[in-house]
Structures are given as C-alpha cells and as structure tokens.
C-alpha cells in the first residue's frame, strides 16, 4: 500500500469518524417552561437560560450559558450587536412546538429568532455581522440537565428532576 492509497483512505474515513450524529433522536417538542439566572452587573460573565421540553412522551430539561457583558441593567448584553450567537434562545410562535435533535448530553434547536436588520449602512454592517458570526439560522446546542427544582410553571419539569436519569 503506497503513501498516496493511505491519505485517500484516511481523507475518506475522517468525516465519518467526527460525524457522529446517528445517535441523535428526531422529535418535535413543545417547551413547557423556561427559567432563567441572569448575570447583573457583569464584566464578561455568563446568564443561562433552562428550558423544559416535552417530546417523545419525555420530559428533556437542557440549558444555555451565554456571555454577558453588561452593568446595572441585567435584560442587556452589550456583546449580542457583535455577536448575535451569543443571543439566548427563543422560542417561535404561541405554542412553543418546536423540532429538536437530542442525545444523553444535548439538545439541538435551529436558530430562526435573531433578526435581520431592513436598510442602511448599519443595517448592511449589522447583517455581516450575524453572518459571520453564524447567528441566523444555526443550530443552538443546549446542554442536558436534571435540574427541575428551578420551574415553577409546570409540575411535569420540577417532577422531571427529581427523577433518576438513569
């Protein structure tokens, strides 16, 4: 086997090594309840963001750590004009039914609520911006959790983790 065999071989091996998303669970959930711990006062801190989901008759808690720049107000995040990505997740529409990708460790969500800003200079600089940060449009990784404790709105999440994971 020469040099030349073995770099093709290993080019055409590596994507399916890294690309490990056959694990992953397709479902359509509906979010049930969403809590949030923001960092006030932050100089480069980080506010997560918890949400509780419903999907394949389970209940799936997963959250968000985003970073923060920001001081006395802590509903703003001076980072998110140059770094849309960094915005947290939100859910679209009036009944929170929302298509997502799981696994042991994350939750999967498509990005479709950051905004396009209409005309103008700003507006031009501003959408290069979420374009190059990859903010629109891009998939949002929670991290699974099984802390339920933290809703109050709905029973099935604060029930959810109190149960064993395993």
């Known amino acids: 086997m020469n040099w030349y065999s073995l770099c093709v071989a290993a080019a055409l091996a590596a ?23 923001l960092c006030s006062n932050c100089f480069f801190g980080a506010s997560e963001h918890y949400y509780c989901f419903a999907a394949d008759n389970k209940i799936l808690i997963a959250y968000q750590k985003t970073p923060v720049l920001n001081y006395t107000d802590k509903s703003k995040n001076y980072l998110t004009p140059a770094h849309p990505a960094w915005t947290p997740w939100s859910a679209p529409g009036e009944n929170g039914a929302v298509p997502i990708s799981y696994d042991d460790k994350h939750i999967w969500i498509t990005r479709a609520d950051i905004k396009k800003a209409t005309s103008g200079f700003w507006a031009q600089l501003k959408g290069a911006a979420i374009w190059a940060s990859r903010g ?25 983790g109190a149960a064993p994971t395993h």
């Open 15 to 37: 994507p399916a090594c890294y690309g490990a998303d056959a694990d992953r669970v397709q479902a359509q959930a509906h979010l049930l309840d969403h809590a949030e711990f």
């Open 136 to 160: 629109e449009g891009k998939q949002v990784r929670l991290t699974r959790s099984t802390m339920g404790d933290i809703f109050l709105n709905d029973d099935r999440c604060r029930a959810a």
